[in-house]
């Protein structure tokens, strides 16, 4: 699986900053905002929102998210679903912290109750002493789980007010805690992955950082209240996702604005100062 095929992913950075950071021994956490334990209405530009916090540390375990929703209590032949997986690898998501990846998916337009499931794999790297090719290792994933509903009459989504204390705590959340490094240098060749069970293994390792996890370990208590969407940002983000989704063909059902020259002109430059989208991804719609 790649990045989700019936969506626009954008990869959103709400601070500018070109350069590397650093990495040091932390903790690193990724933090599903929305969709939440919650009702809302049924939409055909539903949000799907992860919150990197310290993502240049993640990047030393090569992680991967995988999510899938699927609605309950119907039978299987009437049953919406949607899966995917984002191999984080792919993108240049180091630049700020918090790292803000989102997309919509026009799934979810009918009344019902759904299962979302989420999971981050991670990776460590090691070498033989009488070697200097480094080895990719699995040290396996942690998944969470949680309800949603939509329906009629109830609440457009808040981002601003789900990461606002007390309602922050239950976003579903994977932390890890990484003590030790190895050097990373460029144009570094790797061994075959060593791992119990490799469905999920990358084949072609392609490392962004300079530094790669000689081992991690999940933290029992992750801190989703860390993250905080303001409400510009959260403003910002409902028109990206509106302009992102309007600019695919294959979305359907949508009530898009009809685009001024200038505005499409804006969209076109990225200008830079303001929200500035670094990775999108188009595939089309089932």
């Given amino acids: 699986m790649g990045f989700p095929s019936d969506s626009l992913l954008l990869v959103l950075s709400l601070v500018l900053n070109c350069s590397w950071a650093s990495i040091t021994p932390g903790v690193a956490e990724v933090d599903l905002i929305f969709p939440r334990n919650e009702s809302f209405p049924p939409s055909s530009l539903t949000p799907i929102i992860f919150a990197i916090q310290n993502p240049s540390l993640l990047s030393s375990v090569y992680p991967q998210i995988r999510y899938s929703i699927e609605e309950v209590n119907v039978n299987s032949s009437e049953r919406v679903s949607i899966s995917g997986s984002l191999d984080l690898a792919k993108l240049n998501y180091t630049r700020s912290d918090p790292y803000f990846l989102y997309w919509s998916t026009s799934k979810f337009d009918i009344e019902g109750t759904f299962k979302i499931n989420w999971a981050l794999d991670i990776y460590n790297c090691s070498h033989e002493p009488d070697s ?21 009459g109830t609440s457009q989504p808040d ?6 204390d007390g309602t922050c705590e239950a976003s579903l959340a994977q932390a890890i805690h990484v003590q030790d490094f190895l050097n990373v240098p460029s144009g570094q060749v790797w061994g075959s992955p060593t791992r119990t069970q ?26 989703p209240c860390n993250v905080k969407i303001g409400s510009s940002a959260a403003t910002s983000i409902s028109a990206a996702l509106t302009s992102t989704a309007c600019a695919n063909p294959l979305r359907t059902g949508l009530n898009c604005p009809t685009p001024s020259p200038q505005n499409a002109a804006s969209v076109a430059q990225l200008p830079v100062g303001r929200l500035w989208t670094l990775a999108i991804a188009l595939r089309n719609l089932p």
């Avoid at 990719?136 to 942690?142: M, V």
């Avoid at 490799?198 to 801190?223: F, I, M």
């Fill in 132 to 152: 200097t090719d480094l080895t990719l290792g699995y040290l396996g994933a942690r998944g969470r789980r949680s309800f949603f509903s939509t329906k009629n």
């Fill in 159 to 164: 981002f601003a007010a789900a990461t606002e």
């Fill in 198 to 223: 490799n469905w999920y293994a990358p084949k072609q390792p392609t490392w962004r950082g300079s530094s790669c996890a000689v081992t991690a370990d999940w933290v029992p208590t992750p801190s």
